[in-house]
């Protein structure tokens, strides 16, 4: 027995003892702690993470000889474990055979830092709890066959450091594979934040595991970074993956100009911010701001902080990057007011020169505030479109969409951006948008709706590919530094958990209806340590119906929701509103459910075939459905079905007068079904027939863009909303609100 062995053994042996002074672990497990039924889910076939999230209880400590346990069924073989992004490669794994089917691991993790306190940030209803340093990364593989159940007991121990343990509960299912992939859609992910915790093989199997699911592209973001030396960057297109960059315009802000003039670009205060108290800004720490450099100098020829721009992205570039967006959210008035910017705003509005050169701030977005915004979007869309130039990649841009239900004039649309980065204006400056939707379900479908939506004439208000955010994790980051501080807080309040263990059909419905109402693409979060294997598996079912349907659900063949009606013919009521009002989560999406409604239906159509797609975001109720559709061209139609991707077509083929009685059929709860009506039989034919429902109770389309109210909603949602916090920013700088009611 060596050395090490010895202090291992005889510190488990104090481990069970309670020290004076032992110091206190608060743990939070992944993927089974946000569930209500608390069991999470790992691949049986494929490497997976377990987490245990570490904080200290009272006050940051060390401690040495840190031990970590966990039981798991003899088949799953612990491959490495991380302290964080710490690996502990020296230290040792290893089974100590147990019997019963069961090994434990022991997991020597040497000295460990626990230096960030648990606590939960005091916001009413998004609280969030630290990023904390100590929390123990576990990979586990498959070596054989697994149970579809099992407990896995861990167990965490060290110098004075109170014993402390659990079982994770946990199911086994396969890792999701695409049975075809889409030709065009893209599917965006982050590969995880724990990058240097996986080693070399570990991070390969995993991002294969996520190519088979579904992703595209790998995002790189900060504090994500992609670890080149794991696996170079350029090399992902070897299997399969695209890397993009993410956030470049926002990093290359946050280079200080004395750091630039260090490096060699002369930057001058004429290419500072001139803030709207008159002082040019130095650094992002002055103010907390965010921009310190003056866009339209930016977009001059020759601009230094350009120049370094390019330097910036060229770094990513060079290892492969292949395309950047940015997540900025840029104010629409808390910008640059410099002879320069003034200038060039008084060419694009056509307005007085002289006098937007003379106004206080507060006068002259008082007098433009619409103008003035616009700008803002037109002078960073410039900067976007030279940067893409000179890069040679293209440059994706992150907005916004909210109060889509207000129809704007100045838009002639409806929905209303609150940063100066409007999609509509951003349009012919992006190779595409990125829809920040931050709703979550139906709330980011709908959002989603916005950025698709047809203008009067027909004309699509945004023409370049949109990617979506879809299952956003604004509302639910099933990464932990937001689940757990909302789980505690849903308790507190008196629910009885946050709602949702349908997770999976959550992921697949709301994925698959923004394939149908027109997105290009997704961002998901399908690494380990966001989507467990019910997560992913719900992803790849939303991305598989994109792949089976894609060259039907293009943007164009859309139809507007009212060409058919939809019947709920079902006799029971669902007891959603009883269950979801009982979840800290699922009662939010509940309102959504409310305003939108639990059955959802997108048409698409051309001369020959219709496709009807139909999503029931009941979880908790199968739904009988009677479809009227829109007349036919005579002829014999096969139905083609899916659902939930089990395809399959109806043996006898039908006529447009059959059809012209209904067409009726099951729905499960939490499912969606596409009906393909097509002179073509498309998938294996199945001898049977659809039910016979009458009468029911039709479904109302819920229409967006349908409040008009002038400029109104422009004045209060965007420039009062940001106005009001400049007037006492800058006292002096002449701010004003607008009188809503007496502006036109
Ligand atoms: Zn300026």
Sequence with gaps: MNCKKIVVLLSLAFSGMLLPGAEKIVVRTFPDGYKDCRIGSVFSDAPSALILHSWAKDKPFSSQDVQIRMTLPENFKITRFSICRSPR?????????????????????????????????????????????????????????VPERF????????????????????????????????????????????????????????????????????????????????????????????????????????????????????????????????????????????????????????????AHMRSFYKKYTDLGFQSFWTDYEPSGYNGCFCGKCRRAFAKFARAEESECLKMSPGELVYKYPYEWYAYRCHMIGRLLTLLSKEIGVPVGWNSNLGHQDYFLPCYDSYGLAYFAEDPRIFDPYVAYHSADTLGTALESVYALEAFLQKKPGGEFAVKKPVIVRATSLHWVSWFFTCIYGRYELALEKGFEGLGTDYRRKLHRLEIAQDFAIGAAGIEVGADPFTADAEALTGITEGIQFAADFEDYIRREYRQDRQCVKLFDCTDAESPYENITKRGYLSNWFRLAARKYGNLQVVVHQNKEWLLASIFNWDYYQDKKLRLELPPLPAGEYYINISLDNEKYTLKTPVTPKTLAEGLSVNLPGGSFLAILLSPKALFPVRDMSLPHFAGGKLVTPYVPGTKHEGMKPFYEYVYNAQIRPMMSLYPKAGFKLIDVNTRK
């Design 151 to 306: 407990e896995a007991k861990w167990e965490i121990a060290g110098e004075n450091l109170e014993k402390t343990s659990g079982v994770m509960k946990l199911c086994t299912l396969k890792a999701p594979k695409l049975t075809k992939r889409p030709k065009e859609k893209e599917v965006w992910s982050l590969a995880g934040g724990y990058q240097s915790a996986f080693g070399k093989t570990n991070y390969i199997d995993m991002l294969k595991t996520m190519r088979d699911a579904g992703v595209t592209t790998i995002l790189q973001a900060g504090g994500y970074w992609l670890p080149d030396n794991l696996y170079p960057i350029k090399e992902l297109p070897k299997l399969g993956l695209r890397p993009m960059a993410f956030n470049n315009l926002d990093y290359a802000q946050r280079i200080d100009p004395d750091a630039l003039r260090k490096a060699g670009f002369n930057v001058t205060d004429e290419d500072l911010k001139l803030d709207a108290s008159g002082e040019r800004v130095r650094s992002r720490k002055d103010k907390k701001v965010k921009q310190i450099y003056c866009f339209t100098a930016m977009a001059e020829k020759d601009s230094p902080v350009r």
């Design 89 to 145: 490669e020296g230290h040792q794994v290893y089974p100590e055979k147990s019997g019963n089917g069961e090994n434990t691991w022991l997991m020597d993790a040497g000295s460990v830092s626990c230096n960030v306190v648990y606590q939960r940030s005091a916001h009413p209803w998004r609280p969030e709890v630290p990023w904390t340093n100590s929390s123990v990364i576990i990979f586990i593989r498959p070596e054989g066959p």
